[in-house]
């Protein structure tokens, strides 16, 4: 995968609104190794930013007005500052709009700006398109504006604006890969405190790569099942009196059942024992080589396949077939109800493995997946 033709941008720009930008800020989209659903549960995760991004080409000024525009959409929206809260801004723009509204109460004063952004992160896929969106414009307004926020800072101003303004009650994960992504890591993130420490995840010494696999069944987090599994967690967390889920233990589990119904026990069976499933993999990747983790990647897609129920046909077809070509362990990734799988694989096997992935979509009847692998890269930055 590759990024945005930065210069390019710049001179886009410059062509829709009249002068150049002030700087271009780019911020990558993410895998998450493991982890599903346990972000807002503050439970662990272990995402890592990848070689996909969003680019933010940015200027400021002092019109009153926020202009918005993307390559990947006609037109231009704009909306004066003094009306910037939540429902002023709908669609896409409702997630770079609700980043300055969110800096704003952070002491990231922007008396006017005009963002044009570019991406390969595709949006939909379970890869964080909106993140890197939200994370592009937070670190550029930061920098052009000298304002004093940390990482830890803008991780929740970008998930403000996710939350309140774009409508999707997501956790800090997404954000957090973006923003605190080294090459060669994985981020162990803590949600609960915002804890973070690298974990090494260099795939290609040890002769693996990992690839994804983009169903092109798109999820929309602002609707549907991912708000319902969330108010699952939530049942769960009152019904067994707890600060959060990451509280309950695998051996509580067996007590908790007789105090939930069916549905909400297996919600919590999933995030309890994946909580324990990152906890695992960060000690398998610390001591040993990442082929190690192929039996909990298998095993986190069970857990939300069959306890969450997220995943989708595209989805288990993709894993399935994965398996049986010889990959090391596979499962979905991101929010489910569509968007990607990931395997691991041996450098030697991606051809067999993306071909075999290919032929079970085509046997099923579905749209030919996109197939490609991704790589452990930095966090956001300024590029121009």
């Not at 940015?58 to 037109?75: C, E, K, T």
């Amino acid at each position: 995968m590759t990024v945005v033709d930065a210069g390019r941008l710049a001179t886009d720009f410059t062509a829709t609104f009249g002068d150049p930008p002030d700087g271009l800020f780019l911020a990558p989209g993410r895998v998450n190794l493991i982890g599903e659903h346990t972000d807002y549960t503050g439970g662990f995760v272990l995402p890592f930013a990848i070689d996909a991004a969003t680019t933010a080409a940015i200027a400021l000024n002092d019109s009153g007005r926020l202009r918005l525009a993307s390559r990947s959409q006609d037109g231009v929206v704009a909306v004066d500052l003094a009306s910037l809260a939540p429902g002023a801004v709908t669609g896409w723009a409702a997630y770079p709009a609700g980043v300055v509204w969110a800096l704003s109460a952070r002491g990231v004063r922007v008396e006017g700006a005009d963002i044009l952004v570019d991406s390969t992160v595709p949006t939909g896929s379970g890869l964080s398109s909106s993140a890197a969106l939200e994370c592009s414009v937070a670190v550029g307004l930061r920098d052009l504006t000298g304002v004093d926020i940390g990482p830890d800072e803008l991780v929740l101003a970008c998930q403000q604006a996710e939350n309140e303004m774009a409508g999707a009650p997501t956790g800090i994960m997404d954000q957090t890969a973006s923003l605190r992504g080294a090459a060669g890591h994985a981020v162990f993130l803590d949600t609960r405190d915002q804890h973070s420490e690298q974990v090494p995840l260099d795939l290609a010494e040890h002769g693996l790569v990992l690839l994804v696999v983009d169903t092109h069944v798109k999820h929309q987090h602002a609707t549907g099942g991912y708000a319902d599994r969330r108010r699952s967690t939530e049942a769960a967390r009152e019904a067994l009196d707890v600060e959060a889920l990451r509280d309950v233990a695998v051996a509580d589990l067996e007590a908790a059942a007789g105090r939930l119904d069916a549905v909400t026990f297996r919600r919590l069976r999933h995030v309890v024992t994946e909580n324990q499933r990152v906890l695992d993999t960060v000690a398998t990747l610390r001591s040993s080589s990442p082929a190690a983790i192929g039996q909990l990647l298998d095993a986190s897609h069970a857990s939300m396949r069959d306890d969450f129920e997220i995943s989708c046909a595209e989805l288990d077809t993709a894993v399935d077939a994965a398996r049986a070509a010889g990959s090391l362990g596979a499962r979905m990734t991101g929010g489910g109800f569509g968007g990607s799988a990931i395997a691991l694989v041996h450098a030697e096997d991606v051809d067999t493995v993306t071909e075999a992935v290919r032929g079970a979509f085509a046997d099923a009847g579905f749209t030919a997946p996109g197939v490609f692998p991704v790589e452990p890269a930095d966090g956001a930055r300024r590029v121009g």
